[in-house]
């Protein structure tokens, strides 16, 4: 009995540990390329937050990481309302609110996950 809760509970950690680095966003409004030099290998995107850390559901955000982590999804999603972007495997590096924007409300740079075996980001689209 002892060996099953044990192992139950070693499963709920590793469980809420890959759920942490899991986002989910709606309405993808817009996909930028950055115009700084030191972000020339990322993209933006304008989004309403699903699931995100610290952010209400429903919330929109603008969202920098490598354009190697879920770009051409992105792009299939834009304009998209019903589409449901999924990006897994990251960690939030910077995370603030922008109450200074009329685009969106809070502001995340999202960086690979170099902990653990995989290091390349999960992504995936579903409908809304």
């Known amino acids: 009995m002892k060996l099953i809760t044990l192992f139950l509970f070693f499963f709920c950690l590793?469980?809420?540990?890959?759920?942490?680095?899991t986002f989910k966003f709606s309405d993808i409004k817009a996909v930028i390329k950055s115009s700084k030099t030191k972000y020339e290998d990322s993209y933006?995107?304008?989004?309403?937050a699903k699931i995100f850390p610290k952010v209400k559901s429903g919330t929109s955000?603008?969202?920098?990481?490598?354009?190697?982590?879920?770009?051409?999804?992105?792009?299939?999603?834009?304009?998209?309302?019903?589409?449901?972007?999924?990006?897994?495997?990251?960690?939030v590096k910077i995370q603030k609110p922008r109450p200074d924007s009329k685009d969106y409300e809070?502001?995340?740079?999202?960086?690979?996950?170099?902990?653990?075996?995989?290091?390349?980001?999960?992504?995936?689209?579903?409908?809304n």
């Open 44 to 48: 933006l995107f304008i989004a309403n």
């Open 14 to 21: 590793t469980t809420h540990a890959k759920d942490e680095n």
């Open 106 to 127: 809070h502001f995340a740079i999202l960086e690979t996950n170099k902990k653990g075996e995989r290091s390349l980001p999960g992504c995936k689209l579903s409908i």
């Open 61 to 91: 955000i603008e969202v920098l990481l490598p354009k190697s982590a879920c770009y051409e999804e992105a792009l299939r999603a834009l304009g998209e309302s019903k589409m449901l972007l999924t990006i897994s495997n990251m960690n």
